[in-house]
């Protein structure tokens, strides 16, 4: 092997060992102090956001620590940052997934089925993970992971359903906005008036 190969492998191994151990325990510290300083109803926002605002090479570790400090120290909010950094950052599930099942194992089935919900293409992922990780508990984590899939899909056809234009045949397709007053509250549906002239208003 040549100078210049041995040289450009070397700095290429130099490279991958620095993306993958890109936080310093210092930084591990503090992004932790912040995601634990806020309140529990916050945190999957905190969390979210400091993984997006986080360096790309950084960005894997950013949600590993994000998560593990959330795992160790508020348990229940758990499913809510996993899901919150997923839909932010996909390319970390295996990460994420893999750090919440080293750090709290009994909370396999909640973490895969937030991580499901959270991410499209990513399922057998999860399931290899999980599997890796957690091999006893194989049946119920796919268990959840298909409810979590089913969920998922409910979830996008209703959005597709209460977004797209109403198409009415022999017109242009129209989209429908509920109507508000000038300080945006909605307005309450129109009266209805007899065609009858005397007729009592009250009845329907």
Known sequence: ?????????????????????????????????????SKVIDMPLVAAKLVVSADKADRIETAKAAVVAVAKNHPTALSTVVGAILRKAPEATEAVVAACLEVAPEMARTVVAAATFATEGQDAVILATADRLVPTRQAEVRGEVTLAKARRAMKTSATAKSTGPIVIPGNVAVTTAPVTDSTGAPLPPPVKISAYAGADPNRP
């Open 1 to 37: 092997m040549n100078l210049l190969k041995k040289t450009v492998l070397i700095s290429a191994a130099s490279l991958m060992v620095s993306s993958a151990y890109a936080l310093t325990s210092t930084e591990s510290q503090a992004l932790t102090q912040k995601i634990l300083a």
